[in-house]
T-cell receptor, first 111, second 116 residues
Framework: GNSVTQMEGPVTLSEEAFLTINCTYT??????LFWYVQYPGEGLQLLLK?????DKGSNKGFEATYRKETTSFHLENGSVQVSDSAVYFC??????????FGAGTILRVKS | GAGVSQSPRYKVAKRGQDVALRCDPISGHVSLFWYQQALGQGPEFLTY????????KSGLPSDRFFAERPEGSVSTLKIQRTQQEDSAVYLC??????????????FGPGTRLTVT
């Protein structure tokens, strides 16, 4: 079946530090991959996406590359800000358009 | 227009009560999804509508859960005889509008259900 595994948190970093949140997936075929973000008190928002192998999604200083050979979609940010503190979810779109999510990773950025 | 809205935002129910959760999708969106998010977990798929047709209900955890979208717009998720394990945030998402990526799902703020 389809599943997503992402690194456990919380991840605590100082402002301007480099961030990596690991995400690997198991899926039939070649799913589209997503990172969603949930800021405190708000709903899920799409952060970035990639629809095929070697695609790179990027937005708001974050980026992730669809790696078919390692079935991974790791999220990176070269310089995190306090405002990036949130919960990050890796997800894939399975057959029938439903999303399959990882458990989420809490990111805390300190000034 | 406005985003996806859900009501109520918070619901406390006594064990055994029935509850109804409402979702107003983005106007014109064809597809509507319900997800359940337990504390500290990622959302899990419950059911999916395309217009008024319920195309996938494979994620509904029991026959106590029922969803409908009779006119292809507003949807209601009903939980009968609530149990403590039903406590979660219920998320609604819609997709399929003309002005956005067709498959991109836009999420509402969720309804936090607490069963006591």
């Amino acid at each position: 079946g389809n599943s997503v595994t992402q690194m456990e948190g919380p991840v605590t970093l100082s402002e301007e530090a480099f961030l990596t949140i690991n995400c690997t997936y198991t899926a039939t075929g070649y799913p589209s991959l997503f990172w969603y973000v949930q800021y405190p008190g708000e709903g899920l928002q799409l952060l970035l996406k990639a629809t095929k192998a070697d695609d790179k999604g990027s937005n708001k200083g974050f980026e992730a590359t669809y790696r078919k050979e390692t079935t991974s979609f790791h999220l990176e940010n070269g310089s995190v800000q306090v405002s990036d503190s949130a919960v990050y979810f890796c997800a894939l779109r399975a057959y029938g358009n439903k999303l399959v999510f990882g458990a989420g990773t809490i990111l805390r950025v300190k000034s | 227009g406005a985003g996806v809205s859900q009501s109520p935002r918070y619901k406390v129910a006594k064990r055994g009560q029935d509850v109804a959760l409402r979702c107003d999708p983005i106007s014109g969106h064809v597809s509507l999804f319900w997800y359940q998010q337990a504390l500290g977990q990622g959302p899990e798929f419950l059911t999916y509508f395309q217009n008024e047709a319920q195309l996938d209900k494979s994620g509904l955890p029991s026959d106590r859960f029922f969803a409908e979208r009779p006119e292809g717009s507003v949807s209601t998720l009903k939980i009968q005889r609530t149990q403590q394990e039903d406590s979660a945030v219920y998320l609604c998402a819609s997709s399929g509008g003309r002005s956005s990526s067709f498959y991109e799902q836009y999420f509402g703020p969720g309804t936090r259900l607490t069963v006591t």
